[in-house]
């Protein structure tokens, strides 16, 4: 079973910010928190992963919360291309990767 | 960057034979990969884990006389889907990994549309 729980749809204004929750309260220490991204019919893309810091790179921000008990990406200027299916997943590095059902934001003009 | 290579993007068989799904990191080696399957409007389902010169570990419920897993190389893994029945149409897809800064990030391929007719 999926580690996280999502909100399962989030709208967001095309250039705001979209901000994609994830609550991961069972989190251990040695996992990490991984976000992908699929659109439709493709295979699903790898945006950033984080242990504990705060992780930012050229696609989105991740923010962790301090307990690791959740956490937010972030992307910064939402773009029509950026509507997909977002998963967020925790694993160690023995693990599976295992998808839950995902947050669905559509970006709109 | 990561890449990883799927093919064939698309394939429609008739119902009883058998389909080979390959897939390649181009620009790493991975002694893991992955099989997903995905039914519309459904999220990915693990497959298989394929490791490289042994044998696949399957999921609860995935037949392995029916998705041969091969993984020969650490560069190439494929998926055969034997015996194929309208039931199999899905979306295959695959992933291999690769460490990056401690931790283990999967790269996926675009996926295989398969139609048993």
């Known amino acids: 079973d999926a580690k996280t729980t999502q909100p399962p749809s989030m709208d967001c204004a095309e250039g705001r910010a979209a901000n994609l929750p994830c609550n991961h309260s069972?989190?251990?220490?040695?996992?990490?928190v991984y976000w992908y991204r699929q659109i439709h019919s493709q295979g699903p893309q790898y945006i950033i992963h984080?242990?504990?810091n705060n992780e930012t790179n050229e696609m989105a921000s991740l923010i962790i919360t301090e307990d690791r008990k959740s956490s937010t990406l972030i992307l910064p200027h939402a773009t029509l291309r950026d509507t997909a299916v977002y998963y967020c997943?925790?694993?160690?590095?023995?693990?599976?990767?295992?998808f839950g059902t995902g947050t669905r934001l559509q970006v709109f003009p | 960057g990561a890449v990883v290579s799927q093919h064939p993007s698309r394939v429609i068989c008739k119902s009883g034979t058998s389909v080979k799904i390959e897939c390649r990191s181009l620009?790493?080696?991975?002694?893991?990969m992955f099989w997903y399957r995905q039914f519309p409007k459904q999220s990915l389902m693990l497959m298989a884990t394929?490791?490289?010169?042994?044998?696949?570990?399957?999921e609860q419920g995935v037949e392995k006389d029916k998705f041969l897993i091969n993984h020969a190389s650490l560069t190439l893994s494929t998926l055969t889907v034997t015996s194929a029945h309208p039931e199999d149409s899905s979306f295959y897809i695959c992933?291999?990994?690769?460490?990056?800064?401690?931790?283990?990030?999967?790269?996926f391929g675009a996926g295989s549309r398969l139609t048993v007719l």
């Open positions: 394929s490791n490289e010169g042994s044998k696949a570990t399957y």
């Open positions: 984080g242990l504990k």
């Open positions: 069972t989190i251990s220490g040695n996992e990490y």
């Open positions: 997943i925790v694993r160690d590095n023995t693990d599976k990767l295992i």
């Open positions: 992933s291999a990994e690769k460490r990056t800064g401690g931790a283990n990030v999967l790269t």
């Open positions: 620009d790493f080696q991975a002694t893991t």
